[in-house]
């Protein structure tokens, strides 16, 4: 059964509480929880580390190469700030698929950069939470793709 | 039963032929019907235009106002140029998904900005013919949300 | 009596139904019918071109060298980027006049900037459908004046 | 009767002497003139003001709160570099028509900006002298329109 | 007893009557008796000057030179494009405080950089007619301290 | 009794020991002394944060809404990197108001830009540790206000 | 018989009517007969076709993969702006040469930049219509080396 | 006997008591005194406006045109901003020359840009007060030179 | 006998099993043990901290004021982003060596510019992990120069 | 019989041993050869000149006033920086020819500006060492012209 | 007797037949002549050196510390990119002038940045041939300033 | 025996008295002797050229590909504007390191970038004179290793 990293960086835990009119109302365990019961209902579990630390992230993503086959991170701000996760990211080497609750490209021009885009797979933003659920499907078939094809 | 227009831009009717390690073997119709099926297997009619002209490209936008509840478009490399194309989105007003075959992110630095990305909801890129089928699942779930949250 | 080209760019034809609140409730149909009916009461005789299509625009402009006196044009969002239209005016050589509905400058940056803006005699923004009727009162102005003074 | 302020900035009172080829040879005087003349045939009483200083055409703008319905500015050279004129506009909060004789946009780059533009409702120029009439009779619609409208 | 200059630029004068929800329904006149009185209180003698003129605001700084022994400035629109300000403080050589009623950094980008600040001892910004009496506050303790760790 | 967070970030617990001729030689246990005391003095109660953390100092900010009123922000060096922080600060909700011992504007230029301070109500810099007591002073005026004010 | 497609952009079925000072006075069609006629000499059958449509030019450029064997093009304005182009030449795989009637790089700023010309093998530039001779040269050359040196 | 202006601009009035490390020790009334004989001895009558309003340079060179024969401009800081003065000097009309009393190129990077410069004759700077001297001489040969080479 | 600290950034502790071919095979520890050992044989005790949290490597900055004489730094990806460790490093006041094991100046644009540099005395960078022993080379000489010479 | 320079700049004269992936394996001995057969089968004298300092560039260019009727040039890298090389073509006056055996667009960026573009007639490049004998036979084009065509 | 080198950088050997409508017709063996006679009027040996390589310049520079007093540089199309120049300069440690016969401000933008000027006393620029004769002057105004005021 | 090319750069001929400060107060002559001395002990032959001229650098690398084994140079201000040697070092194809005696990225924003650096090995740079033994070591260290890992 293949196991994936669900990371979640600065502010995220107050999702539901912050600004809902930006990020909706859900709470961060509650979108969590979807996620994972959808993941399982795809053979997949799904493990999941927030943390409002860079230096936490980074940790997580080189933890996860001892038991993930793949990762969806949303970064928070520091998709646009850390050359360090680009890096950890890098050199972690699992497929790994950036996700945004909103479009970020619709916003202050400082969130139009991902500096971790480009070791990533792919990017999909702008569904609200649902962003999560179709990272997990995107991961899905990103996994039983063979390998040289990813 | 909602019915949606699939907007593919310049170049990608080259599918399957053209530098296949970028962009995959599979041909243009082919990824249409594997779209328009699982489309339909999700109570959803799926029409599909290609052009490798802007201008039309924007006379199908505006066409779409007459019969479609929501648009997915590849814009091809007009993605990157289009103010046209953006004020089309805009004007149209229907929920409307960005998707991109490769990470654009990851490509050369002009393909890193999308002008149509503040007219869309969300964007899906990096996951090939795939990104196609997320989109897809994407609007199904746009559409079933109350018209006030879109 | 003097005839004179009024070319509409991509997006205005859906006037009047396209964000009203931003570009007035009129038609496009019923502007031109004004702005025909006010050349005619100024004795020059207007006929109207509106294509999405930047080629037809040109093509457009080509005609006008056989038949036409002079250009009002507003080449909607091809005014930020369309050197070939620049090129097509200069190569045309009648006096051109840039019409917009909006004042230009106070809306998105990537709207202040006009690419055919140098190859026009003049520039009248912001006064919505009533930018067209300024425009013809500026042509009746220009087309009097004599030809080395333009 | 409604009354509006003619605000004309820096070394516009050389016209007819300075640069000819530029500016064309009639005098400010004699242009003033004519505006004020066809405002008045139009029902509209022009007062004019020249000032070669910032701040006087500030205090103008200021005092204009007391008696003008509408302002027509051309600030020569303080319309690429005065955010305080653009400062006075917005407070002074009458609707403004910006003018230029010449087509900013064809001459030197650091004339392409105007820093005010974006606290005027409109903006004409590259009519010469013409320009003015043309904001005349721009500011008789404006006028005449429902107040919530401008 | 020390004296202290508040220096007022262009469109102050109007506080109160200007853009309300942005600047505050206070008069200058009723602010600056606020922090006359409030200087008062702290043993300090406060003379005010406004002007909607460059050159008048420079006048003024060096008149300060015979009389003052502190500066509280808010050059309004001139904060962001006079060097010759920035000169005439230089040149002054008393210890001066740099005012705004707003929060600069959270407006238009051209309010963001203050070219007079590199002159100034301090910023205090945000507060409405408050930051004038936090000013007196900070000029009291600078004047009160020993000149050479001004 | 109202309660603010004050909050300092990277290298400032060397305050008096690290470039006294830059940042005085007084130490940050002083001025947080300092600070409690004359916040006392008007009635509210100061707590205490500072870490070389950027998470540490975003879960100080995120515990403060359980408990503060308001928060006064020294981010350090993170006042010109950290869009975590600014997101932060807006996602707390609280008034916020940055505070600098220099005055940044007339040090290196990577020190004239703050990310932060759009999303605080003002700034105060220059004053040196006098600083934090003027914003004391600030928050005090803050929180009188009726709430729809701030 | 090797074929090649000589593809001409926007404006230039103006050529010997348009500004003759800058292009010359030659015809497009006398320019045509004359490259089809070296071409000939070279052993070479030239096709021509000229659009004003940037999508048209991606049509032709598509069809090219069904004779062609090598492309000799003068995108006109779209050189400087279209990546679709680019990204056409690229996806059709033959050997292309860019021809340019002027020197570019002596001409206006935004004339120095040529997107396609990554795509292309080689640029020739500013003999006037002797471009196209030297460009049919020079794709004579290129079509008899071995394919690999290409 | 030829006459010329010399036209001094902000916060020159100050010299002699300010910064006297950058600007040197001597009055400006020395310096105009001495620069005054020196014409003199070369057969020149010099007249001297300084002034810290831009407006009034304005003025003094729009009075010029009627008396003067050359124009010794030091404009201070509004050498670096003034297009208005760029205008006036170009409208005037009469040989005009650029006068620092440092090398601006030396200083900060905002005093390297001269606005005014290209409607100069020539540049002189960081000669100290020697340097009017030296445009006296300067000016002493354009005006000898017959009026075509000027 | 004087004492060392070489502080190691975010990934480095993947060394050796982080893309080889771009910095080599050996891990971080068997690293660490060589330039121990080479600082031994040149009479100088080497520490070592590793740590992916930029507060983390703050800290140990910090730290080392209290026992070391002199630090090596290779602070990975925080050195193209981190004001933060700029000032740790210039607070602390220890002479420093900033080190790489690639050559940065080779790889992608955002590795070009170093933050901490101009804090730094030295630079070394390019020999893969012999870069690390040269560094250690440095300070020894750094060391036993004069003081006032560093 | 008209004569012509060929000038060869920096590197070039390792050609055949330099990067042949890049730069092909003929050796200069061997070009230069081959287009002086060329040129002399077209009637025209080619002499060679190479150097790796510009200094010698600039000389021989010089020089050509005394015998040459045109100039074909591959500044090798000086293309990208040398405005003393753009000042020499321009005060010789004799037509000239830009070289190059890449296509200088598809490479590094900084070898996509040609400073010395502006002085030429016109560009050739990406032909490998075909491209010198593309520019003799422009050459010949160009003298053969009458001298107030070119 | 004080001795200075009169230094001229590329191309200037042709002065007098380059150009002549930009930089006069006299050349610049007679303009060295005349710079000659007039620095032995004022008691000043002057030596001139030209050359077209930068090394043989900067060569010279050096050599001047042996026996020179004072610097005249005009160093053609170096000036705007030469930093080795600019080192040179400033390890002589001569007064040095800089001189244009040009006004470089109202010339190409990249003609508008002297790289060396900030390791020269002064500037003089836009005189022609008379340009030099100032320098002299200066120069001699410089020798006989006390050193430390230099 | 292993033989290794030093080369150095402009204005390095006069170390040791230029800009003591800077540079130090070694003359070139010692500091070569130096690294002579040390490269002899560990059993390599250097050989130094020292050119303020940067074609004589450029033949000096060429002549290095018949006699030497690798390359240090200090190329001086070349180091931030020669393409031209930055080519040569990438044709000779030997191995390289980049020395500078100061921290070039402590200095003036001009001397943070090397065009040569990306065709080097490595860079060591801010210890004076011994940087120089440093490049030494580290060449050293290069030609041991097996040559497909250099």
Redesign the interface.
Known sequence: MPRILLLN???L??LGT??PHIYGAETLDAIVQRATEYAQSLGIELRHVQ??????L??AL?AARAWADGIIINA???T?????L???I??VGLPT?EVHLT?I??REP??????I???????????GA??YL?AV??MA??LQKPAEQV
């Open positions: 960086g600065p502010n835990n107050l912050r600004e943390s409002n630390h860079e230096g936490a980074i940790d080189h928070g701000a520091y646009h700030t850390s050359i360090a680009y890096d950890a890098r050199a698929i479009n490209y619709a400082f969130r139009h950069q991902s500096v885009a480009p070791a990533c797979v792919g990017h999909i933003s702008g569904f649902h962003s179709l499907q995107a078939y990103l």
